[in-house]
């Protein structure tokens, strides 16, 4: 399984599969330099485990172990871990001033399209936290991405707690 291979900014991983049951993994890095697939957690214990990728001629890949053998210990496998983030378009939230009049500290995300329920955020650091959540002590955050008219949110896997409220946009102030 491969991740992050289409994106520029971020080293292409392989996830290796100790087993079909697919409970045990390997992570290795691409190390641009040698051409090479490499395991993290050898690495820093300065054994230098990997696998180099090929191609046949039929385009499909297959991977050349090289011959050390890993000192690391396989990780359980979550695929929750793996999953992408979920994010919301710009159409589904929208940004308030706070109390205080600070603007963009608060926000509401509509759970539909018909907006007549919402989740009220606040800002905290660079994270918009759920208020009611934060209060029973689950952190379900979103992170402001983008610019402009090319925002969105990416929300945290954390699922909230608390139930949306009936959304009156009077109590909010752009
Ligand atoms: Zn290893
Ligand atoms: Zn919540």
Request: aromatic share 12%; proline share 3%; glycine share 4%.
């Amino acid at each position: 399984m491969f991740l992050n291979r289409d994106d520029e900014t971020k080293p292409t991983k392989i996830i290796l599969f100790t087993s079909e049951t697919k409970e045990f993994y390997y992570e290795l890095r691409y190390v641009a330099l040698e051409g090479l697939f490499k395991c993290h957690s050898c690495l820093k214990l300065k054994k230098h485990v990997g696998a180099k990728l090929y191609k046949k001629k039929n385009g499909e890949e297959y991977l050349m172990h090289l011959e050390n053998e890993h000192v690391c210990e396989p990780k359980k496998y979550d695929a929750l871990n793996f999953e992408k983030p979920k994010t919301v378009p710009k159409s589904m939230f929208e940004l308030y001033q706070s109390a205080k009049g600070v603007a963009n500290k608060r926000m509401v995300i509509f759970t539909s399209e018909m907006k007549d329920l919402i989740y009220e955020y606040s800002l905290t650091g660079n994270l918009y936290c759920c208020l009611e959540c934060t209060k029973l002590k689950k952190y379900v955050t979103a992170k402001l991405m983008g610019e402009n008219e090319d925002k969105y949110l990416e929300l945290s896997k954390t699922e909230h707690v608390c139930k949306p409220k009936k959304y009156n946009p009077k109590n909010f102030k752009k």
